[in-house]
């Protein structure tokens, strides 16, 4: 009997790196989909004696994008989101993240602004909060403060065009 045990179990290990290896890395399921967004209040990036938060956003549809300057997947997807705030289809939040503040506003000035807003989030306490992985994600949140997708990595075009802009339609046109 236990001659078949090593066989068995190696057979069971392949079958799970099978699966494994079929998954998507950026498909990471979130426990916060479907939750209210962590409540934060941090100072704005271009006036620090002032703060945001998730309450301000209440009523409307929005993105709420985790970036850095130290981010080269941050630069990658920069592109697409100045293409997406020129739509004036969504408001983009940003989270600058364990990020130096003068670092950060050249880098906007530099390759262009796509966001209303952004808050500062230097120790990166509040992407704790979120559940970040690591910079860049981008999530959809609903007019009731309600996290509706989770995108970990870049965005780019395609995932904007087929997933993300869909739903936000989608939630633009509900009720409340």
């Not at 979130?30 to 301000?56: E, N, V």
């Not at 990020?99 to 509040?126: F, H, I, S, T």
């Amino acid at each position: 009997m236990s001659r078949y045990l090593v066989p068995i179990g190696f057979l069971l290990l392949v079958i799970l790196l099978g699966v494994g290896l079929t998954l998507d890395p950026r498909e990471i399921p979130s426990p916060f989909i479907g939750k209210p967004a962590p409540d934060f209040s941090l100072p704005k990036l271009q006036q620090p004696d002032q703060t945001i938060s998730t309450k301000d956003m209440l009523g409307q549809v929005w993105l709420f994008n985790v970036w850095a300057t130290w981010c080269t997947a941050c630069r990658a997807e920069h592109e697409t989101l100045v293409d997406l705030s020129r739509t004036g289809e969504v408001p983009i939040i940003g989270l600058n993240y364990k990020d130096d503040g003068e670092m950060a506003k050249r880098w906007l000035q530099q390759l262009g602004n796509p966001y209303q807003l952004n808050a500062v989030d230097k120790e990166g306490r509040v992407a704790i909060d979120w559940g970040v992985y690591g910079a860049p994600e981008t999530f959809l949140i609903d007019k009731k403060g309600i996290i509706r997708h989770k995108h970990i990595g870049p965005l780019y075009p395609q995932a904007l065009k087929e997933t993300i802009m869909p739903m936000v339609r989608k939630l633009q046109a509900e009720q409340g």
